[in-house]
């Protein structure tokens, strides 16, 4: 007997609006495991003692789990209706995050929020929002005509992250409650505090110059991100079963 039941379409025939709903999940599930494994990894541990793995810790947060974050929320936003909106909404949030990050790398709300659990946990959830908010409004200008937008944004935290992971780096005495601060990896105190400064300065600063490398792409080469809608696919390029 012959099989009337219809072949599975390939997955290069699957409407624009299925593979984007894929990609927002893929990013979406990524976000939450990183997420999970960072607070609920040793780093949080830790950070209440090390000046390093407190880096770390907030760098996994702002340029790991809230990019992949972002793109499932930016996708499910209205887009800005023209540049002055986006760059408004993108320059917020960028004021956003540099009130987060170095409001709480001040020595007095450093050293308390490393005494509160709290404290620590507010803190914890501001670095997330800060760059949730960054990242969303970059991400939400999916027009090339408010790319501009999105790549001032993220030059300005760019260089905010790289600046303060200088200062960091260069400090000629330790800056935080020796108490609080007292090494890790086997580092001193104040070693361990130049270690923090070189990962704020690299870890930090570098995804944020990436990403103002492809907003300014869009911007020139005139591509539009058409996010939420039809998200670039691995297989979008392939012909179908009857190309």
Known sequence: MTDLAPAAAPAAALPPAARAIRWDRLCLATGLAVLGGLWLGPLVAMSRTGFSPHMLLHLGLIVVAAPLLAVPLAGRLPPPAGFRSALSWCLLASVFELVGVWGWHIPLLHDAAGRSDGLFVLEQASFLAGGLAIWT????????????????????????????????????????????????????????????????????????LLGTGWACWRLLAGREWPLGERLPSPRQDLPDAHG
Request: proline share 4%.
């Open 137 to 208: 409004a970059a991400f939400a200008a999916r027009s090339h005509r408010t790319a501009g937008a999105a790549a001032i944004a993220l030059f300005l935290t760019f260089s905010h992250m790289s600046m303060f992971g200088l200062v960091l780096t260069l400090a000629p005495r330790l800056l935080y409650d020796p108490n609080i601060c007292r090494g890790a990896f086997g580092l001193d105190r104040l070693d361990d505090q130049h270690l923090g400064g070189i990962l704020m300065a690299v870890g930090g600063g570098l995804p944020y």
